[in-house]
Each structure stands twice: as structure tokens, then as C-alpha cells.
């Protein structure tokens, strides 16, 4: 390994506080970050080097692949996939670098396959990875990657394929590489696509060495959707989940957050020396469990017998659907929490007086009514009556007043200083149809969420994107599809402000 240590044999301090840095900003476990600190420190990777590498981790620790994966070995294969990044597991450089979240997929794809070839194969259709690459279930992998790859661009989406990159986007081919993989035994291609997406052959059972065979396009599909809609929820998200932050639960039960409100001042040390501490506990907001939202979808047999033919009209039928169906769930659980004004650990509602983030009148969107808001903001105050100002980022409205708001904030060549808007450019403007636009709408101005909390988004661990299953419709013909997304939202901190439209 290439590192960077200096005269002491050590990393430099300020190396590993930058690779910190860029660790604490994503949702890693503890122990994880450390491990990716230290690993990228002692490689000598740059802070642009370790913002594009610390995305592979995430890609790795996040992905449903990886739940079953303890922390001792996401740690290991942290540290395989810098070696990587580098390019010093040969002892040379890398010229051309390779795109992280592919190199994070190679290192868990190897160690996912290396495990299960410790035990026997599960024939299932599931939409999850991680079987040997001699199986068949393996092969169905891989081309769901590819298919995603594919389709993503007629969804207007983007996916870098990863373990299915060598297979190109012919549903032909596919059915070759599954026939191949899976021992069918087919008279003709037409025969060989038939098989590889229902099973059968005008009827019949298809016949795999000898055996009767069933086909893995359930895996497939369902595995190439699920990546789908995982891409379509980070690449085009709805308005309020761009508000809200992201925390995840280990468990499904309700929890509450640190309280550090009572360490957010440090005092002066006397002449002996003392030290007063102050306590960190669990008495801060409210973070419900998620609860677990679900849907089931059937194809019919002609749908099924019309992919036969080699489009991808089913999976961005499918995806397109239940993509659907997920942001809805999502956006109505943000938009619940909004609007449902829960009280908060204070006992008082989280748009109220007593957190001075309610407008006193009602008010239009215009420079003086967002001023007001401004300072409002930067007047937040905690449990112990010290300062915690926040930043305006981005200005919340309900799709009727989306153009009003950009009108607003819009850059003007301003005649005098009188006329000049302090708010072009530095607010961002997003709506969604979860608020009302009726006679008594709402408006609000919030802080960035990646910096600042506030509205919180929660799903469970391993979860973050909706989760897709699907198999055959046995005794009935077709498919059928399973979705599920464990969601829950609630604020965990009252650092919105409020104000109620004119």
C-alpha cells in the first residue's frame, strides 16, 4: 500500500481530519466512517479523491445485498475497495480511473459470490444478489444489471451496470447466456425466448438436462426494476424528499434522539483546572418506527408471452408502476408530517409561538415577508435559551405558487439599491403537490437538510430504496410482483418556518 506517513510512521493528523470530514457527512455506522478515514488517510487520497470514493461505501453498506454482512467485513472490504481506488493492490498507479459505485460492486459481488459458494445454491426467485457465478441464479443477476442499464435511458434515468457491464442490452443474448448457464435444451431461438420469460414452450414445461426447469426471468425482472426504482428515486425525486434527511432505523421500534442541548457551550475553566460536564442523553425528539408499506402487482400470461418478443415493455410497465406507487407512499408520510403539526419533545407543536417559526400574519411570497423569515430564523433558540441560528436554503410551496416563488427570488439587474432582491440566488425553490393549494395555504422556508436537521425521512437499514420480489403466479398464469418500502417521517428539530399564504 502506497502511505502517506510521516516522520513518525504515522498519518498525518491533519490527512485523517479531512478524511473525517468527509466521512461524518454520510450515514455510515461509526466504526464505518473510522475504517474509511483511516484507509483513505493512509492511501494519501485527496478530499476530491475521498468525496467520489466515500459514494462506493455507501453503495456497498446500503445495498440490500450487503444486510446480511457484519461490520468486521464491510469494514475489511472497505479497505479492499481503497486499495482499488488507489490502485496499489499491484503496487502501481491506476491511470484511468474507474467509477467508484462499479468498483464497490465488483469487491461485494466477489465476496457475496465467494461465500455462497461455501454452500449450496437456492433455486428461488428473489429479486436479491449474491449467488456463485457457476449458478444460474448468478446469470439471472447479472442480466437484470445489464436490463437496468438498458432500460434506465428510456426511463430518462441513468445506471452504471456493474456486474452484468459485459452483457449487452439484446434480450436475445440474455436468453442465450440463461439457456447456456441453465442447461435448457431448446429446439429454436424462438423456443429459447419463450422459455427464458415464462418457463414453457407453447405449453409445455421446458426441459433442462434431462430435468424440468422453471425460468429465472422472475429474478431477473424483479432484480432489474428494483435497481430501477432505487435510480429513479435518487435521479428524480419528489419535491418533499429533497426537504427532509435521511435516518435510518436497525429495528422497528420507536426511538428517541440524542439530546445535546445541554453541551452546546463550552464555560470557562478556573485556575484549578476543573472541567464541568454536561450530559448527553436520550430525552430529544421522537423517531417513530417505520411502518412497512406494500403493494402486489400481477402480469398476465400475454403480457408475459408479448416480452417473449424482446422489448422491455414489461419491466418499464412494471417499474414505471410501482415507482408510482412508491413515491406516492413517500411523499404522503412527509407530507403527514407536515402538515399534521405534532408536538415536540417540549411538549409545544412544532409550528408554534413558543419556537418562534410561525409568521404573525398572514403574508404573500415577497422579499419583505421572506426577510422577516430570515430573521426569524436566525433568532432559533434551544431548550437552555441559546442561540442555534439557521441558514435559509430552500423555500417550500404548494405547485400554485411554484411561479409566484421564482419570480420572487429570481436574479434582477436591480436600477438602485432599494430595488436589489438579497435573495437572488441564494434560495432554492421546490414544490409539491402533497401541500394544499387552497384559500389557506402554507409556505415555508427551511435550512439545507444535509447540514441541518429538521424534517427526517426513516427507513429501516438496508432499505433505503424500495424493495422488489417477484415469481411466478402458480396455480394462476403470469407474475406477480411484491413491493415493499418501510417508511416513517417526523421532525427532530423545529428549524422550518411557517407562513401562512395571502
Not at 426494476?225 to 419528489?238: C, D, H, M, N, Y
Not at 432499505?463 to 417526523?490: C, H, I, K, N, Y
Request: glycine share 8%; hydrophobic share 45%; with cysteine.
Amino acid at each position: 500500500m502506497n502511505a502517506i506517513l510521516n516522520t513518525t510512521g504515522q498519518v498525518p493528523a491533519r490527512t485523517l481530519a479531512q478524511m473525517r470530514l468527509v466521512a461524518s457527512k454520510a450515514d455510515l455506522k461509526p466504526a464505518l466512517m473510522e475504517a474509511f478515514a483511516e484507509g483513505a488517510a493512509a492511501r494519501g487520497l485527496t478530499a476530491v479523491q475521498a468525496q467520489a470514493a466515500i459514494a462506493g461505501v455507501i453503495f456497498m453498506a446500503t445495498n440490500p445485498l450487503a444486510r446480511n454482512v457484519d461490520d468486521a467485513t464491510l469494514i475489511k472490504l472497505t479497505d479492499e475497495f481503497l486499495a482499488k481506488v488507489k490502485g496499489d493492490t499491484t503496487g502501481t498507479k491506476v491511470e484511468t480511473p474507474v467509477e467508484p459505485t462499479s468498483l464497490a460492486g465488483e469487491v461485494l459481488m466477489t465476496y457475496l459470490a465467494a461465500e455462497d459458494a461455501k454452500q449450496p445454491v437456492p433455486r428461488n426467485h428473489t429479486a436479491h444478489v449474491g449467488q456463485s457465478w457457476d449458478s444460474p441464479a448468478a446469470m439471472a443477476h447479472k442480466i437484470a444489471d445489464a436490463r437496468a442499464a438498458a432500460i434506465a435511458p428510456m426511463m430518462g434515468l441513468k445506471h452504471e451496470p456493474t456486474v452484468g457491464r459485459e452483457l449487452g442490452p439484446n434480450t436475445l443474448d440474455h436468453a442465450r447466456q440463461w439457456a447456456k448457464q441453465s442447461g435448457a435444451q431448446m429446439r429454436s431461438e424462438a423456443d429459447m425466448m419463450e422459455a427464458f420469460v415464462t418457463g414453457r414452450v407453447t405449453g409445455k414445461i421446458a426441459y433442462m438436462s434431462g430435468s424440468h426447469t422453471t425460468s429465472d426471468f422472475p429474478t431477473i425482472a424483479g432484480g432489474s426494476v428494483q435497481i430501477l426504482i432505487g435510480r429513479a428515486l435518487e435521479q428524480t425525486p419528489v419535491g418533499l424528499a429533497l426537504c427532509a434527511s435521511k435516518i435510518t432505523a436497525s429495528d422497528w421500534r420507536a426511538r428517541k434522539m440524542p439530546n445535546a442541548s445541554a453541551a452546546s457551550s463550552l464555560t470557562k475553566v478556573g485556575e484549578a483546572g476543573e472541567v464541568k460536564f454536561r450530559t448527553i442523553d436520550t430525552s430529544g425528539e421522537a423517531v417513530p418506527a417505520p411502518d412497512r408499506y406494500a403493494g402486489a402487482f400481477r402480469a398476465t400470461e400475454e403480457l408475459l408471452t408479448n416480452a417473449a418478443a424482446g422489448g422491455y415493455d414489461l419491466e418499464i410497465a412494471i417499474a414505471k408502476a410501482l415507482l408510482d406507487a412508491a413515491q406516492e407512499s413517500q411523499r404522503s408520510v412527509l407530507a403527514a408530517a407536515i402538515t399534521g403539526n405534532a408536538a415536540m419533545a417540549d411538549g409545544n407543536l412544532m409550528f408554534s409561538s413558543q419556537h418562534a417559526n410561525i409568521a404573525g400574519a398572514a403574508s404573500a411570497i415577497t422579499v419583505t415577508s421572506l426577510g422577516a423569515a430570515r430573521t426569524a430564523m436566525q433568532r432559533f433558540i434551544d431548550s437552555r435559551k441559546a442561540a442555534r441560528p439557521v441558514t435559509p436554503y430552500i423555500i417550500l410551496v404548494p405547485p400554485e405558487k411554484q411561479t409566484e416563488a421564482e419570480q420572487i427570488i429570481a436574479q434582477i439587474t436591480a436600477t438602485k439599491s432599494s430595488d436589489a432582491n438579497p435573495f437572488a440566488g441564494n434560495l432554492q425553490v421546490v414544490s409539491d403537490p402533497g401541500l394544499a393549494g387552497t384559500a389557506t395555504y402554507h409556505w415555508y422556508v427551511l435550512p439545507n437538510p444535509a447540514t441541518t436537521d429538521g424534517l427526517a425521512l426513516i427507513t429501516m437499514e438496508g432499505m433505503d430504496s424500495p424493495q422488489v420480489e417477484a415469481r411466478d403466479a402458480w396455480p394462476d398464469f403470469g407474475m406477480t410482483w411484491r413491493v415493499q418500502w418501510p417508511l416513517a417521517a417526523a421532525f427532530v428539530r423545529s428549524s422550518w418556518y411557517r407562513t401562512q399564504g395571502a
